[in-house]
């Protein structure tokens, strides 16, 4: 479970330095994004937030397409598989 906890700090972090890259304030985002300011700061200091949310932040920010790979990548168990794959 730590795991995941960092996880979400880090990705917390990253979107308050891309609001912040993009100079926007954590209410111009909220609107931006169609989510309350109480979401955006609860994001940014704990990173809990819902999936819906944490997709329009993506959007507002030019970010949707990493969600569009995410879970694609294979799994591969052998160096064969690797090789045969490409």
Do not use: C, H, P, W
């Amino acid at each position: 479970m730590d795991n995941i906890l960092s996880i979400k700090q880090n990705l917390a972090v990253r979107v308050k330095q891309r609001r912040r890259e993009g100079k926007l304030t954590q209410l111009a985002l909220a609107g931006k994004a169609g989510v309350s300011l109480g979401s955006i700061k609860r994001f940014e200091g704990s990173g809990e937030i819902s999936l819906s949310s944490l997709l329009r932040i993506a959007v507002v920010l030019g970010y949707e397409e990493d969600f569009a790979t995410l879970f694609e990548r294979k799994n591969y168990q052998t160096l064969d598989e690797i090789i045969n794959a490409k």
